[in-house]
């Protein structure tokens, strides 16, 4: 890491390839006087204890000829977690916060300073450095707390780190868009999948500017320790949600123990790992690692972007194992090429989405106007036409409850088809409104048992009225020794590790192909509508009876 902070400080990827060496000198031998032991002793710069009081750095610092371009000042960096004044050659060069020998008497200087050399001071020979310092500010016992002594050129050292700085800034931006297009879509779809891509750009992009933030804009030194933890809660928030986004994007079973297991690996280990880049780095590793595991089942399962998100997830995780302890500096590189991938993959996949959710609902527009063509059909009609007009002559009060059920269900069939999704009290009416008019016309006893539902889960309109509508089409009557004949219908409804099952059962059908065709198709067309793929149903007969289930997330759909 020392000689990545030299190399990137005093910008040597941008240098002419023409030049041999490269213009700095790293100064990393001195000797240290404190104020709690007086005499000296030599150290290098990154071996300097903690707690060492108020110190004196003393070093001779040798400037070859060609240190220095014709017409261009010298200048000396340090990086440090200590106030600190530097002279040179017994000149006050600058100084960063007041040195005290007390906490009470320091004020915090930042973690980065440049400073030019005077060019009366400047000649090539040699120099003597002087830096004295004091860090009782740290809130923490870093494992080194001197970095970096440079002596260079002085816009070299001005504008180096900067740089690459402002690249990674410039980054932000598409980071910032991805999260904007995530969330529009969001806005447009109503899918978790887009709302948690939006949430894990927004934290890839507050991740990246707490990076950048030192380089760009600087803070004095008792500020480090927040930036730092900041930084290992953010990756940690990026790991979880990445896995998050993949777990709900390519389902499968074990989702949410995978995503358990990686949250609690991720929030543990760090801590039994020196060095806070170092518990980041093992965030990433973990994070990305598990990522890619998930996506290589998801792959073998054919579903569909998830090779584009593999390409992403391989990618960054490529970029990190080529040379972990750089990834911090190469995490804007990583983490655009990762956000390019998803966002092309989900946008593919939220545009396949919407094209099926648009046939689904023509398809249930069409559907629906055949069910509601068999409702009035001439037929049916003219039975319950034929019926009413017995009725008018012998028994008036029938007459009028089924003028009123057959008015009911047609009012409710017309309000509820409007709506892609209906509270299943709704529901329950319009079913038992239709059962009191096919009681009424055929003079069969019908019984609608429901259990478990609370009336407010949502559900398409006219699924489980259709249901009903073939069970007493398709069903026999069981007289039972009974005047009138009955047919006792149950539908049940639990909830099973966060989806709804819902289970109607009816009497076995009269004939052989049972209840299925135009109302089969509408109800998946329903609920492809309203949750995508995202639900089963399945029916057939079961011990005698004709049983149709449903699996349906629990939350409202799309």
Request: with cysteine.
């Amino acid at each position: 890491m020392r000689v990545l902070l030299l190399a990137t400080l005093l910008g040597l990827t941008v240098a002419p390839a023409a030049e041999a060496e490269p213009r700095w000198v790293s100064v990393e031998r001195f000797e240290m006087r404190s104020s709690e032991a007086g005499a000296s002793r030599p150290v290098t710069l990154w071996e300097i204890p903690a707690g060492s009081g108020e110190i004196w750095l003393t070093a001779t610092v040798e400037i070859p000829p060609e240190l220095r371009r014709p017409g261009q000042p010298l200048g000396l960096y340090f990086a440090a977690l200590a106030s600190h004044e530097v002279w040179w050659d017994g000149k006050l060069l600058g100084r960063g916060g007041v040195v005290g020998g007390r906490a009470e008497d320091e004020v915090p200087g930042p973690v980065e300073a440049h400073y030019q050399i005077p060019d009366a001071v400047a000649a090539p020979g040699p120099h003597r450095l002087e830096i004295r310092a004091s860090s009782f500010h740290r809130g923490f016992l870093p494992s080194v707390g001197y970095w970096a002594v440079v002596i260079g050129d002085y816009e070299d050292i001005v504008t180096g780190r900067r740089r690459e700085a402002w690249i990674s800034a410039m980054a932000l931006s598409g980071l910032a868009l991805t999260a904007g297009f995530a969330f529009a879509l969001f806005g447009a779809l109503r899918d978790r999948a887009s709302l948690l891509l939006g949430l894990l750009a927004a934290t890839a992009a507050a991740l990246l500017g707490a990076e950048v933030w030192r380089p760009l804009v600087g803070y004095t030194y008792d500020h480090h320790f927040p930036r730092l933890l900041a930084i290992v809660i953010l990756a940690w928030l990026l790991g979880v949600q990445l896995v998050g986004w993949v777990v709900l994007r390519f389902r499968r079973p074990g989702g949410r123990w995978w995503l358990a297991g990686v949250a609690g690996v991720t929030a543990l280990a760090p801590w039994f790992v020196a060095g806070w880049d170092g518990k980041a780095l093992v965030i990433y590793a973990v994070s990305f690692g598990a990522t890619l595991l998930w996506l290589v089942g998801a792959l073998t399962r054919r579903q569909a972007g998830s090779t584009l998100a593999l390409v992403g997830v391989a990618i960054a995780f490529g970029i990190f194992l080529i040379e972990p302890s750089r990834f911090p500096d190469r995490l804007f590189v990583a983490l655009n090429l990762l956000f390019l991938c998803l966002l092309v993959a989900h946008a593919r996949e939220m545009r396949r989405v919407r094209q099926a959710k648009l046939a689904a609902e023509h398809e249930a527009t069409r559907l629906e106007l055949e069910m509601v063509r068999r409702q009035i059909q001439p037929h049916f009609l003219m039975n319950s036409l034929t019926a009413l007009a017995e009725w008018v002559e012998s028994d008036p009060a029938t007459a009028v409850r089924m003028i009123e059920a057959m008015g009911e269900e047609l009012r409710l069939l017309g309000e509820l088809s409007q709506h892609s999704l209906i509270p299943a009290a709704e529901e329950l009416k319009l079913c038992r409104s239709h059962l009191e008019t096919m009681g009424l016309r055929k003079d069969v006893r019908y019984e609608l048992t429901v259990e478990g539902l609370q009336g407010d889960e949502p559900i398409p309109p006219a699924v489980l009225h259709t249901l009903v509508e073939n069970a007493v089409t398709h069903g026999s009557t069981d007289l039972a020794g009974a005047a009138v004949p009955r047919m006792h219908l149950t539908l049940r409804a639990t909830l099973e590790a966060g989806r709804r099952r819902l289970v109607f059962e009816s009497p076995a059908p009269s004939g052989e192909a049972g209840p299925i065709g135009t109302g089969s198709r509408y109800i998946e067309a329903r609920l492809r509508q309203a949750w995508g793929e995202d639900w089963s149903f399945r029916q057939g007969p079961v011990a005698g009876r004709w049983r149709a289930e449903l699996s349906l997330p629990a939350g409202a759909g799309r």
